[in-house]
């Protein structure tokens, strides 16, 4: 490990430093744009000039690997010379266009031109102007403010995998592009905005919203999938203006999806801010102690097997216990945290976690996945994929129908008879997995939410008992803070935020109940006759003549069919627990009130629970959270993950069919309440799922023609 002194201070870095790194950790600024930690050097922007002892010239500190011996001045009259020229050359072309920049307030240019720059310019040339560029409904373009720090082209081909930005032409004719001008087509292109250093790059939907100092910012973590990314919410009054991400290295680094950022202008639009009841075939607005009365009525005349209760995809955890609580106390056993219908949940925890964790992907030799297409399932799964992929050689597989993931995998089948064959070892995969120090498989809902979804898990679960998945590969995790000591390489990908913390709570048909295909079959045999929905709007049935009491936020297909609604909170007005799919115990915040008369469901539950005459003994979130801790442990350690405890569970007499996988999600852009009601992911959807979907059309229809004429 080399040994240098930088600025009269001794230190000792890791071998492969560089030197920008060696003076970051003696805590020296050295001013730079181009150079970020997760992208590869490229030395563009030569802000970071640095005076080396005996050296000809100043070295560019991002790109000059540290040595033992070097003695290294970052204050010097030489290194603040060569940093203050370059920063007047950079700004020999920007414009003067502070006062009307979204960057404005939050800029890097900006920061670094108040101690590196002069008061006014010696050049008196005419400024070089570029045209903007269009980039999709996301990226706002204004090109002349472009540094050429290739933050954005590096970001878009290595850590994104799409390949239409980069860099045309060169020295005064440079300009950075998407080549065709097409919309840059990924699930994470937005991080590039944060990532530009100056006002190139900003939101489109954020243009001229708002300034930074008139917001105020709260930590949260995103339930627009079932990663639970790290997230910081930026609200003025009572509005949620922009979404952007927080540092977890374990988690969602410094990235966060498209959606995630931008779903929430649908957080205004469809709202339920009041009680309503259904009146002669229509709803009608009404008080709160109407609805809870009317509930409560049809509850009471109701023995517990008549009714039942399934929770949606986006609901906390706090709230799923309260509602346990109430359907147990009327003895109600056909409850449901899987409205998709999965096959997963039970006494063992790690046959439903993605045990590997997140983190622990990249260092994995070999992942099978099954039946998911993690780049809209989990966009940033995918990315930690495409990293371990990028990092060096990897056998990866996908069983289910071919897809573009932005990274090389080997398609071996897109049904459950593939899967069969890895499990009996007939399968050249098989072999793959048995060599592979760290093998994985990653089985997604495509693959659970099935018939015979029970089967496929228990064929999952053999191989990975086959294949030496389970307690083996001992590595010694030191870039994170997951101490993954024994390796088990046996994963679900869950699309749901509460889908964990239901099947942790036993939110399952217990004492014979029925599960949601159960209710459903119910409820048109005419046994189940009352149906709660907490946040449920994916089920795929209208209920018929059962009594329909919804709960949510949001006036979408469960609100159309209720016969009460009770308006909640969204994760972003409510205070909440969120499990992720690795299972990690996450903290939400809630960054504004909710509208109207909207209120915290757990609150709403515990109101109708006193007018059915079954009083839940809550009077404060904490009351809720020490009972709920009380009696599962699990959720009692805050970021953190408990591995789970790995036992047999094989045997399941079902029958796999043929029947090809099919994937959860057909539109990233719209997957649940929230962004369905967005009108920035309606935009999103037109351009990249329509037009996708019209070209492939237009394709097959020349192919058609071609066939025709020959």
């Known amino acids: 490990m080399p040994r240098l002194m930088i600025d009269g201070i001794e230190t000792v870095v890791p071998q492969g430093a560089t030197v920008l790194q060696a003076c970051e950790s003696v805590g020296s600024e050295v001013p730079h744009f181009c150079f970020h930690s997760r992208l590869s050097i490229a030395g563009n922007c030569r802000m970071c000039l640095v005076e080396l002892e005996n050296g000809s010239k100043p070295i560019v500190a991002c790109a000059f690997p540290a040595e033992e011996g070097m ?54 040339d005419n400024k070089r102007a570029v045209t903007n560029k269009y980039m999709g409904p996301l990226i706002k373009t204004i090109m002349t403010r472009c540094i050429h720090c290739t933050r954005c082209v590096r970001f878009s081909t290595e850590i994104a995998g799409v390949k239409e930005m980069g860099m045309l032409n060169r020295g005064e004719g440079a300009e950075i592009t998407t080549y065709l001008e097409e919309a840059l087509n990924s699930e994470l292109s937005a991080n590039v905005i944060d990532l530009c250093p100056v006002g190139a790059l900003t939101s489109k939907p954020y243009a001229f919203v708002a300034r930074p100092w008139e917001l105020k910012k709260i930590n949260s973590i995103d339930v627009m999938d079932a990663v639970g990314s790290s997230i910081r919410i930026d609200t003025r009054g009572s509005d949620v203006l922009r979404i952007l991400p927080r540092l977890h290295e374990d988690v969602n680094e410094d990235w966060i999806s498209d959606k995630t950022r931008y779903a929430c202008d649908g957080l205004k639009q469809q709202r339920l801010d009041r009680p309503y009841v259904r009146k002669n075939g229509k709803l009608e607005s009404t008080s709160w102690s109407e609805a809870l009365t009317t509930a409560a009525l049809a509850i009471k005349n109701l023995q517990g097997r008549q009714m039942a209760a399934i929770v949606g995809d986006l609901v906390d955890a706090e709230s799923m216990y309260t509602l346990k609580r109430l ?42 996945m099954v039946g998911t ?64 120090k760290r093998p994985m498989i990653i089985v997604g809902m495509g693959a659970l939410a099935r018939s015979d979804g029970s089967a496929i898990l228990d064929t999952a679960l053999k191989i990975a008992s086959n294949t030496g998945m389970l307690n083996s590969g001992h590595i010694d995790n030191k870039k994170n803070s997951i101490p993954i000591k024994i390796w088990n390489g046996f ?87 969120y499990v992720n799919t690795e299972g990690r115990i996450q903290m939400g915040i809630a960054a504004v009130f909710p509208p109207g008369q909207a209120r915290d469901d757990w609150k709403i539950l515990r109101a109708l629970s006193e007018r059915v005459g079954e009083t839940i003994p809550f009077s404060t979130l904490e009351c809720v959270r020490s009972a709920l801790c009380a009696e599962y442990p699990t959720f009692s350690t805050i970021d953190a993950i ?63 023609d071609k066939s025709v004429v020959g």
């Open 642 to 704: 408990q591995p789970a405890k790995w036992g047999e569970m094989f045997g399941t007499s079902h029958v796999i069919t043929d029947i090809p996988f099919t994937y959860p999600i057909n539109n990233f852009y719209m997957t649940d309440v929230i962004s369905r009601a967005s009108r920035t992911m309606s935009e999103c959807t037109e351009a990249f799922v329509l037009q996708r979907h019209n070209s492939t059309c237009l394709s097959k229809e020349r192919q058609i």
């Open 71 to 124: 003695v290294i001045q970052t204050k010097s009259d030489l290194a603040l010379k060569a940093q203050k020229s370059t920063m007047e050359f950079l700004l020999i072309n920007h414009p003067l266009d502070c006062p009307i920049c979204d960057q404005g307030g939050e800029c890097d240019l900006q920061d670094q031109a108040m101690g590196y720059g002069f008061h006014s310019s010696r050049y008196r």
């Open 491 to 577: 994963n679900v990908l869950h699309t749901a935020a509460s889908r964990v913390a239901g099947l942790d709570m036993g939110f399952l048909p217990h004492n014979d109940g029925r599960d949601v295909a159960g209710i459903i079959e119910g409820v048109k045999s005419g046994t189940v006759k009352l149906v709660y929905l907490l946040g449920a709007d994916e089920v795929d049935s209208d209920f018929g003549d059962a009594f329909v009491i919804y709960q949510g936020h949001h006036g979408d297909r469960g609100a159309h069919i209720a016969d009460v609604i009770f308006p909640g909170a969204a994760y972003t007005e409510k205070d909440g627990i």
């Open 373 to 436: 297409n993690p780049r809209w399932e989990s966009a940033l799964i995918n990315a930690r994929i495409r990293k371990r992929w990028m990092a060096g050689p990897i056998d990866i597989a996908l069983i289910g129908k071919k897809v573009n993931l932005n990274y090389d995998y080997d398609h071996i089948g897109v049904g459950p008879k593939t899967l069969v064959e890895i499990m009996n070892g007939s399968h050249s995969f098989a072999n793959i997995l048995n060599n592979a």
């Open 327 to 368: 359907m147990n106390n009327l003895e109600c056993p056909n409850i449901d945290c899987r409205q998709d219908g999965a096959k997963v949940g039970g006494n063992m925890r790690a046959a439903y976690l993605f045990n590997t964790t997140i983190a622990g992907i990249e260092y994995a030799d070999a992942i099978l």
